[in-house]
Each structure stands twice: as C-alpha cells, then as structure tokens.
T-cell receptor, first 112, second 113 residues
Framework: GENVEQHPSTLSVQEGDSAVIKCTYSDSASNYFPWYKQELGKRPQLIIDIRSNVGEKKDQRIAVTLNKTAKHFSLHITETQPEDSAVYFCAASEGGGNKLTFGTGTQLKVEL | DAGITQSPRHKVTETGTPVTLRCHQTENHRYMYWYRQDPGHGLRLIHYSYGVKDTDKGEVSDGYSVSRSKTEDFLLTLESATSSQTSVYFC????????????FGPGTRLTVT
C-alpha cells in the first residue's frame, strides 16, 4: 500500500519568514494530495490540495508543489504569522481513488 | 465547518467494556470515515462507508466494527475495549470519496483504563 513520509517533524521559524514542509509518497499511481492544518485540540482542516495533473497551486500565502517524477510534494507558507502555528499533515490517495494515507505531521511554530 | 458532529466528545471506560462512538452529518455525503490519531502516527483509517450498509476495512480495523443504517449516521464500536485503543477518534465525510476533499468532525477523546 501507499507510504507517506513527512519532514521535518518540527519546524520553528520567525514571523515573516517562509516555511516549507516536504512529503514523499511511494505509489506512483497516487493522484490526489491534500494538506491539513490542525490547531491544538481541534479537528484537522483542509487548507489546500493538488491533483497529479497540476504542478503547483496557490492560495494567498500558501502553495503546494508536486513533482510526480520524484514522487514528492511540498507545502510552502510565506510571510508566516503566529496563527500559522499548528500541526500540518500531508496525505496521498492511492491509485484508483483509494484510501487516503497520511504523513505523521509537522509541528510548525512561528515565533515573534 | 461542515455539518459533522461526534458523540460523546470525551469518554473514559474500562478494559473489556463495549464502546460505541457516533458520527452524525447533515451534509448528505455518501462517504464516511473513522480515523484514529495517535502521537507519531498521524491519522490512520479504521473503517469507512461508501453508502448505507456498505462498509470496508481500513489499515487498523482489528478490534473495531462499524455500522451505517442511515446516510447521516456512522457508528464505530469497540467490542471489548483495550488500553491500546486509547486515542482520539475522528470521523470524516466526503461527497465523492477517497480521492476528493474530506472534512473532519470535532473528534472524540477515548481513554481506556
């Protein structure tokens, strides 16, 4: 089955800096890659997603890039703010529209 | 937030007792999921449903069963709770299935003593 690895497990940045979180996947047939943000004690919330027919997608300060050849995708957050502090999860859907497999999460801390 | 509720939100139970968690949605979505979240493991799929009375196993289904008798309700049952099932359980819904957006409920924190 699909295996998703996520790095780093923790990331600390200064307010205003950029943050990058990277994930790799194993199933070359995977075609859907969402990112979730989870604040402490809250539910995971979908913040952005990308499909395998697109290389990059942006939504204001966040962007996701996908490299199908290398089987990795990344979340980019620019001009970080304290409210960006949370755990971020990547996920990949196995080929054929099958189950989502999640990475183990990245704790992002934005320091003032 | 999508119209998803979970009950109870917190529960403490003893080893060996049965436990049922409920997920209720008002979005009329076809697909519903149960995940567990543990430190260092992210979110792992327990079971999912692709319609009324249609369910299938996820990657960590041992010790769990599910039922879906109505579109809006998806029940997760621990037949005989064990300490290893102490976790936070999230329900999720999707209109189109695995390869599309999933929206999560608020979660249930279960402690098995």
């Amino acid at each position: 089955g699909e295996n998703v690895e996520q790095h780093p497990s923790t990331l600390s940045v200064q307010e205003g800096d950029s943050a990058v979180i990277k994930c790799t996947y194993s199933d070359s047939a995977s075609n859907y890659f969402p990112w979730y943000k989870q604040e402490l004690g809250k539910r995971p919330q979908l913040i952005i997603d990308i499909r395998s027919n697109v290389g990059e997608k942006k939504d204001q300060r966040i962007a996701v890039t996908l490299n199908k050849t290398a089987k990795h995708f990344s979340l980019h957050i620019t001009e970080t703010q304290p409210e960006d502090s949370a755990v971020y999860f990547c996920a990949a859907s196995e080929g054929g529209g099958n189950k989502l497999t999640f990475g183990t999460g990245t704790q992002l801390k934005v320091e003032l | 937030d999508a119209g998803i509720t979970q009950s109870p939100r917190h529960k403490v139970t003893e080893t060996g007792t049965p436990v049922t968690l409920r997920c209720h949605q008002t979005e009329n979505h076809r697909y519903m999921y149960w995940y567990r979240q543990d430190p260092g493991h992210g979110l792992r799929l327990i079971h999912y449903s692709y319609g009324v009375k249609d369910t299938d196993k996820g990657e960590v289904s041992d010790g769990y069963s599910v039922s879906r008798s109505k579109t809006e309700d998806f029940l997760l049952t621990l037949e005989s709770a064990t300490s290893s099932q102490t976790s936070v359980y999230f329900c999720a819904i999707s209109e189109k299935g695995h390869g599309y957006e999933q929206y999560f409920g608020p979660g249930t924190r279960l402690t098995v003593t």
